[in-house]
């Protein structure tokens, strides 16, 4: 999924909301689930339906994979699919269809977006969510709303 058809200029950003906001904790797909990049900094968040692994923040709410140094992400090129899509975020309705929402609380630089929202949301129905995820994930949705 790393040649997602979405820009977004965060150049100007380096950090400062959708890494730092702390509602903002991506959930690992579960193609995602293996890559050991992305799980040694992860928290396990079990529901009825399915465990789910989501990204770690540092003490100061930034992402941990945020580098402060360099003010990038420092797993970009395998960075989980939610940052690859971000301002749009994943829902599943009720007929467990994907759906994507654009989430306007923390990007500043939305005016800089560039997707084609149905192109990217059939590519996502391209991937493979068990049954068992999209009752998990509704389940945290409805926990977090």
Known sequence: MSNLVLRINCAEC???????ANSLRPILMPSEEKNIALTRYVQKIK????TF?????????????????????SVYNNRPLECQIYPFMI????NK???????????RHLNTLEANK???TQL?????????????????AKNWA
């Not at 380096?14 to 730092?20: D, F, M, P, R, W």
């Open 14 to 20: 380096i950090g400062k909301t959708c890494c730092s």
């Open 47 to 50: 529901t009825p339906y399915y």
């Open 53 to 73: 692994f989501q990204v770690g923040k540092k003490g100061n709410g930034q992402c941990i994979y945020f580098n402060q140094k360099t003010k990038r992400c």
């Open 91 to 94: 829902e599943f309705d009720e």
């Open 97 to 107: 269809e994907l759906k994507l929402n654009l989430d306007k609380r923390y990007c």
């Open 118 to 120: 149905s192109e990217l």
């Open 124 to 140: 996502l129905k391209s991937i493979e969510f068990p049954e068992k995820f999209i009752k998990g994930f509704n389940n945290l």
